[in-house]
């Protein structure tokens, strides 16, 4: 076989990380070593078979442990496992697409080009930041890199999915981690409850991170409910609805207030779509409404009241309005960005990290991107929305529909929680997001070929 400029660049690249991976493994920690030898186990069987790989992710997204690595000002710098786990399944996918001519690098899907734009704008202006001095280089950095990882997730996803039974079996491994994520919410015990590896198991009530797993579970939440309007197999939904029931309890001692601000907007969402068993939905609705004093647990009313009533709470001069200290200084900084830091930076913003701590999705990249920037992250968003609406509306597979739906839901869920919290940032609900929103945005795609078989087997008959 004659050997081309190709295969000489690719061994060239191989014998220089060997090299580099070598000197690096016999100075670092053993932990760091048995990732590597993960990470180049996983690679490999990848390469053979990319459905492991993702399952594998899967998992990882809600289950991996985290390594500090570095410091910057007010928090610490940790790279997770399944970080790693995600550039060695993407690099190993550029070296098929490298190998392979008949594979394209980047499926074409509707949200291909708000992704790379939102992304270049975010990197752009956070240099801009950097240069004026405005923002941490090194904290930024990661940043960048983090949103970088959840796009990778996404571009993955639509380059390796090629039918519904692939889509079958991450159902049944994300099922499987939300029942392991739970069941260690469970052993948590009094307290908040928080995803794994997020804060230590001893760590004080009030330095847990529950929107993290109140944000996660409105997706599993909303896809469970739209799955069981959608399927026809009642052992199916008996044993969705069993799964429903057990994460709940974690969900109500996450004391969310966010999340429980955003529940809401699922079964709303599924009215205002759906066209199929909508009496049930509005059946569920009316008993959940009616029936919650007798199992909405004390502690989650009494947490959504101190947000008003607590005895730190005071009137907010600006808004007229009685709150406890966290809220009010969420409303402060959002005054603080509409009334002083916007207006010296309007269309171009501060950069990422620009204005430190912001508790709100929409003023923190307001406030960071400008109105040019925020302009994108609004139009990226809205695809999202108008696509997967589209899927739904257009899809004849069951299945298909109702992952449609579930995104929905999950999705306007997830708007109405950012208001408050930094949701489009965080890793452990954004990561099983794009995976999702990347198996929705293929639905078209993998379910139209099974569609025109069927036809075409109608039509013989």
């Given amino acids: ?206 330095e847990r991170e529950p929107a993290s797993l109140g944000g996660y579970l409105l997706i599993v939440y909303s896809v469970i409910f739209a799955l069981m309007i959608h399927c026809s197999s009642m052992k199916t939904r008996i044993g969705l609805g069993a799964v429903a029931l057990f994460i709940t309890p974690p969900f109500f001692n996450s004391l969310s207030r966010a999340s429980f601000m955003a529940f809401p907007a699922i079964p709303v969402s599924f009215l205002l779509l759906t066209t199929k068993r909508k009496f049930l939905v509005w059946t569920v609705i009316v008993l959940a409404v009616l029936l919650s004093p007798f199992y909405i647990p004390k502690k989650v009313v009494e947490r959504v009241k101190y947000t008003f009533t607590g005895k730190e709470a005071q009137k907010v001069a600006f808004w007229n309005l009685k709150l406890e200290g966290s809220a009010e200084l969420r409303l402060y900084s959002w005054k603080k960005v509409l009334y002083e830091w916007l207006p010296q930076k309007p269309f171009f913003g501060w950069g990422i990290t620009g204005r430190g701590f912001i508790d709100s999705q929409y003023f923190r990249s307001l406030v960071e991107l400008g109105i040019l920037g925020f302009s994108v992250f609004i139009w990226l968003l809205v695809s999202i929305f108008m696509n997967a609406k589209r899927i739904y509306q257009n899809s004849e597979n069951d299945l298909a529909r109702g992952l449609a739906l579930g995104f929905i839901g999950g999705f306007v869920a997830l708007l109405i929680q950012a208001i408050t919290t930094n949701t489009f940032i965080i890793v452990r609900i954004m990561e099983p997001f794009w995976f999702l929103c990347a198996i929705v945005m293929m639905l078209p795609k993998i379910t139209k070929p099974q569609h025109a078989q069927a036809t075409q087997i109608e039509a013989q008959m």
Wanted: aromatic letters at 12%.
């Fill in 1 to 206: 076989m004659p050997i081309n400029n190709r295969t000489v660049l690719l061994i060239a690249l191989c014998s220089f990380l060997l090299i580099y991976f070598g000197r690096f493994i016999t100075t670092s920690p053993p932990q760091i070593t048995l990732v590597i030898i993960i990470g180049i186990f996983i690679s490999v069987v990848t390469l053979i078979n990319p459905q492991f790989g993702l399952v594998i992710l899967v998992f990882s997204m809600l289950l991996s442990p985290e390594i500090k690595i570095a410091e910057v000002p007010k928090r610490d710098v940790v790279i997770r496992i399944d970080d790693i786990l995600l550039i060695v399944i993407f690099f190993t996918w550029v070296v098929k697409t490298a190998v392979r001519k008949e594979l394209a690098f980047l499926v074409r899907t509707p949200l291909n080009t708000p992704i790379l734009v939102y992304l270049t704008v975010c990197t752009l202006v956070t240099i801009k930041g950097i240069v004026a001095g405005n923002v941490s280089p090194l904290g930024s950095m990661f940043y960048i890199l983090k949103f970088t990882e959840y796009f990778m997730v996404y571009f993955l996803v639509v380059n390796n999915l090629k039918d519904i039974e692939q889509v079958k079996q991450f159902l049944k491994a994300a099922l499987i981690t939300c029942i392991i994520v739970c069941i260690y919410a469970y052993f948590l015990g009094e307290g908040r409850a928080s995803a794994p590896f997020e804060t230590p198991l001893d760590s004080p009530y009030e």
